[in-house]
C-alpha cells in the first residue's frame, strides 16, 4: 500500500537553527499538506498545495516558515531560526484531489529545540 | 469562521457502543464533515465522511442532523485497539478563501 513518506523522523536543534523537513506523497497525489501537531492539540494547517502552487498559507508564520514543492511532487519545509515555541509534531499530507478528498498522513517529524 | 467542538475525553468498554459527538455551529453550506482516528505518534487516519443523514462504513457510523450543526461518530462494539484520539474535520469559506477546521480531539480510552 502507497504511504506519504517523510524524513527525518526526530530532529533535535538548537534554537536559531535552521532545520528543514522533506516528504513525498503518494504517488499521483496533486494535494499536499504540512500541519504542526502540538501536544494534546489538533492538527494546525501550515500551507497547502495544489500541484506546485500554494493554495493556502494563511496559517504559515512566514518571517521564517517556508515551504516549497518545485516540481509538484515532493516538497520541503524549512524553519529559520528555529524558536522554543517551534517543538511539535509537523506533519505532512496528501490527497487525490483538494477540499474533501481523504488525506493520507505520514508518520510525522517529531521537532524539538533547545 | 467555523468553530468545531468536541468532548475533550470519553471512557468506555470493550463490547460497548460509542459516540462522539462534535458542533460545528457555521460550517459551509456544501461542505462535508469528516472524522480522523489517531494513535500516539503516528498521523491522523480517515475514517468516515458525510454531507447530511446517515453514512456508514465497515469501521462506524456518521450521523448528521438536517441543520447540520453537528456530527456524531458511532463506532460499534469497540475494542481495547480504539483507544486514541478522534478529530473531527470541516471546511469554512470566509469571502473566496476555504479554511479546513480540525476540532481539538476527543481523547477515547476503552477499558476491558
Known amino acids: 500500500e502507497a504511504e506519504v513518506a517523510q524524513s527525518p523522523r526526530y530532529k533535535i536543534t538548537e534554537k536559531s537553527q535552521a532545520v528543514a523537513f522533506w516528504c513525498d506523497p503518494i504517488?499521483?497525489?496533486?494535494?499536499l499538506y504540512w500541519y504542526r501537531q502540538i501536544l494534546g492539540q489538533g492538527p494546525e494547517l501550515l500551507v497547502q498545495?495544489?500541484?506546485?502552487?500554494?493554495?493556502?498559507d494563511s496559517q504559515l508564520p512566514k518571517d521564517r516558515f517556508s515551504a516549497e514543492r518545485l516540481k509538484g511532487v515532493d516538497s520541503t519545509l524549512k524553519i529559520q531560526p528555529a524558536e522554543l515555541g517551534d517543538s511539535a509534531m509537523y506533519l505532512c499530507?496528501?490527497?487525490?484531489?483538494?477540499?474533501?478528498?481523504?488525506?493520507?498522513f505520514g508518520p510525522g517529524t517529531r521537532l524539538t529545540v533547545l | 469562521l467555523a468553530k468545531t467542538t468536541q468532548p475533550i475525553s470519553m471512557d468506555s468498554y470493550e463490547g460497548q457502543e460509542v459516540n462522539i459527538t462534535c458542533s460545528h455551529n457555521?460550517?459551509?453550506?456544501?461542505?462535508?464533515i469528516t472524522w480522523y482516528q489517531q494513535f500516539p505518534s503516528q498521523g491522523p487516519r480517515f475514517i468516515i465522511q458525510?454531507?447530511?443523514?446517515?453514512v456508514t462504513n465497515e469501521v462506524a457510523s456518521l450521523f448528521i442532523p438536517a441543520d447540520r450543526k453537528s456530527s456524531t461518530l458511532s463506532l460499534p462494539r469497540v475494542s481495547l485497539s480504539d483507544t486514541a484520539v478522534y478529530y473531527c474535520?470541516?471546511?469554512?469559506?470566509?469571502?473566496?478563501?476555504?479554511?479546513?477546521?480540525w476540532g481539538a480531539g476527543t481523547k477515547l480510552i476503552i477499558k476491558p
Open positions: 499530507a496528501s490527497s487525490q484531489t483538494s477540499i474533501f478528498a481523504e488525506q493520507f
Open positions: 504517488s499521483g497525489h496533486a494535494t
Open positions: 498545495f495544489q500541484d506546485e502552487s500554494v493554495v493556502d
Open positions: 457555521n460550517i459551509a453550506t456544501n461542505d462535508y
Open positions: 458525510g454531507y447530511k443523514t446517515k
Open positions: 474535520l470541516v471546511g469554512d469559506r470566509m469571502d473566496s478563501n476555504y479554511q479546513l477546521i
